[in-house]
């Protein structure tokens, strides 16, 4: 169509002539005909008349953006369909499903007697998912303050619970435990319109037992915290758990817990539950049993306190296990506390109440206590001197009431000394003079000396925690001349080791330890680990290189301190006792520990015994009378027969 002709119909139409309209459509359908007939050539020619309109560069970028829409099209939806198929065929699957946690019943605590020492209670926890938590924070914080008011929960607890637990988005949330019913069923028909919520079935931890002293025994429960979950997610555990926090129920966490189950249920796009799709049961948590006697534990945590009144003394301990296996029977440590208190969850003024309280009821003492040994030590150091060759059976030195070292006099306890004394007699009436030489030496006399001293004693297992099965457990201490040097910038004197040698300076140990020592004693020789729990196979312990000599010699002079020296009391026990008195002293001027350890019958003995009543004065006012009431119970409810360590069938 020339140029002119183009301008004529666009003038035809602009002035809306009719003879116009007609002939513009006759042009175009002229133009129609023309190009439908025209070749390929044609067209193109055509094209490139578009392309005056549309320039070359335009034309180019539209078709690169146009070749690039497509491409990347077709590479999400290969990548959604292809590559991606199984990540998002599990998230369609996770919206479909929806998966609760079923937690197992947690084991039982026995006594040996098979005493019941723990309960689980039904009880109710309402819990929090974030993850259905809804976006709006607005809304979200109406929820909170509903959930406020419903549960007594403050509305800044949430925003600790999202800042605990924000890893675990999809888990349930403690945000109350321990719900009575009533208050249950009604927050169980409100959790229904509160996204993010659900009240769960749980039990509580309830300890029934009025033996108090047991609670450091058994320990107790708590909720597994944020904390916690860094390291115990991948064992399993879930914010809504409880695990064990000291105690058995620490030490036998793994036991006691069981296994989870699950219930997998479909549901559609609000959450709502529309049938069961799988269901895994629950394993239950085994049951443990202890070799602990209640019964006696509640006669010396009696007696003690009896002890207690007579001596104006308010803690200490009593240790008593089998000398051939390491079962202990009693394991007591006063002042103790309610450890109901804490698997409840216990109130901040409460725990702050026993913080401060200057008797640390929450310190096991007879396992982490460490405290001066005083003469109970002197047994040991007889056994490394008779061992070493320093003394026989027979030496003797005269005792007068001390040794004097140039400005320096290390007394006897006897005013005017003991006499004549050898190993048995040293023993038996706790004569320092004896002690002081055999230790560290005398005029022409050569002592142990430090070094060989702490070597014996660490093979009795002072200075290293005994490896009982309850945690918290300490070490005790040995000195050496190294450690003074560096500690106290001191160097080591032939003092040091006087004062070593009878269990004064800066020896320490735990009741525990005094206990396993006295037991290698008791059954010559045999390297036993205390334990609570009792287990199929005894522990029936290891023989170590001791000297049998020896030992029989020491346990003699243990025997004549209850025939004729500082135990006479216990002759009154139905049964031969050994033993051996302490009193240390403490850094607390005109304050004495007092101490008896000792092990029974004399013959075959089936229990050994340490005795510690802190400032409880003289050892013969205190430790020894509690001794006596203890063994003596032991023997009229055990009368003659061998006592074993593993429990009863229940």
Do not use: C
């Amino acid at each position: 169509m020339s140029k002119k002709r183009r301008s004529s119909s666009l003038f035809v139409l602009q002035t809306g002539d009719a003879r116009g309209h007609l002939q513009a459509r006759h042009e175009m359908e002229d133009l129609e005909y023309a190009i439908s007939n025209q070749p390929f050539d044609g067209v193109l020619s055509n094209t490139r008349k578009l392309g005056s309109v549309i320039s070359p560069k335009n034309l180019r970028i539209a078709m690169i953006l146009f070749f690039l829409t497509v491409l990347i099209f077709f590479g999400r939806a290969f990548g959604l369909q292809i590559m991606e198929n199984g990540h998002y065929r599990a998230l369609a699957e996770a919206n479909r499903y929806q998966t609760n946690r079923v937690t197992p019943q947690r084991g039982m605590i026995f006594d040996r007697n098979g005493n019941v020492l723990t309960q689980n209670i039904p009880s109710f926890t309402l819990t929090m998912t974030i993850a259905k938590l809804p976006r709006e924070e607005k809304e979200r914080r109406a929820i909170f303050a509903r959930v406020s008011a419903l549960t007594g929960v403050q509305p800044t607890d949430f925003d600790l619970l999202l800042t605990d637990f924000s890893k675990g988005q999809t888990e349930p949330i403690p945000v109350k435990r321990h719900i009575p019913f009533e208050p249950a069923m009604r927050l169980a028909i409100e959790a229904k319109q509160l996204p993010g919520f659900d009240l769960e079935t749980s039990s509580l931890r309830r300890y029934p037992n009025t033996i108090t002293s047991l609670s450091h025994v058994l320990g107790y429960t708590g909720k597994v915290t944020g904390t916690d979950l860094e390291t115990l997610y991948d064992q399993g555990y879930r914010p809504i758990d409880s695990i064990g926090k000291t105690g058995v129920e620490l030490s036998a966490e793994k036991l006691l817990r069981g296994k989870p189950g699950e219930v997998v249920y479909e549901v559609d796009s609000r959450g709502k539950e529309l049938s069961v799709v799988s269901k895994t049961e629950p394993v239950p948590g085994l049951d443990v049993v202890l070799t602990i006697d209640t019964e006696f534990q509640r006669y010396i945590e009696e007696q003690m306190k009896e002890t207690f009144k007579k001596t104006g003394a308010s803690r200490g301990s009593v240790v008593a296990l089998n000398p051939q296996t390491g079962g202990v029977y009693a394991l007591v440590s006063l002042p103790a506390y309610d450890n109901n208190q804490f698997a409840q969850g216990i109130e901040t003024d409460s725990y702050n109440q026993l913080l401060s309280d200057p008797d640390q009821p929450l310190f096991f003492r007879a396992l982490a206590g460490q405290f001066p040994s005083g003469s109970t030590f002197k047994p040991f150091v007889s056994y490394a001197a008779l061992a070493e060759g320093v003394i026989s059976e027979h030496t003797s030195f005269l005792s007068t009431g001390g040794l004097r070292v140039n400005e320096w006099f290390f007394p006897d306890w006897k005013a005017g000394g003991h006499g004549v004394t050898d190993v048995r007699k040293a023993i038996a009436e706790s004569v320092n003079t004896f002690f002081y030489i055999i230790g560290g030496g005398f005029d022409k006399a050569v002592g142990l000396g430090v070094d060989r001293i702490t070597d014996y004693a660490a093979r009795f297992g002072f200075g290293q925690d005994t490896g009982i099965d309850l945690p918290g457990e300490a070490d005790g201490f040995l000195p050496s001349k190294e450690w003074k040097e560096r500690v106290k910038g001191e160097r080591w004197y032939v003092g040091d080791t006087y004062h070593l040698a009878i269990g004064q300076g800066d020896f320490l140990a735990t009741p525990i330890q005094m206990a396993r020592a006295t037991a290698i004693i008791a059954n010559d020789g045999k390297m036993i680990t205390p334990h609570v729990m009792a287990s199929e196979t005894k522990d029936q312990g290891s023989v170590k290189e001791f000297n049998a000599s020896a030992l029989t010699i020491v346990k003699q002079g243990m025997r004549q301190a209850v025939t004729q020296g500082s135990s006479r009391s216990l002759q009154s026990v139905p049964v031969a006792v050994a033993g051996k008195t302490g009193t240390a002293q403490t850094p607390t001027p005109d304050r004495l520990h007092s101490w008896f350890t000792g092990f029974a019958p004399y013959t075959n003995p089936e229990i050994a015994i340490v005795v510690l009543i802190e400032d409880g004065g003289e050892s013969t006012d205190a430790a020894v009378p509690l001794a006596r009431e203890v063994l003596t119970w032991w023997f009229q409810q055990n009368p003659t027969k061998k006592v074993d360590d593993q429990p009863k069938s229940r």
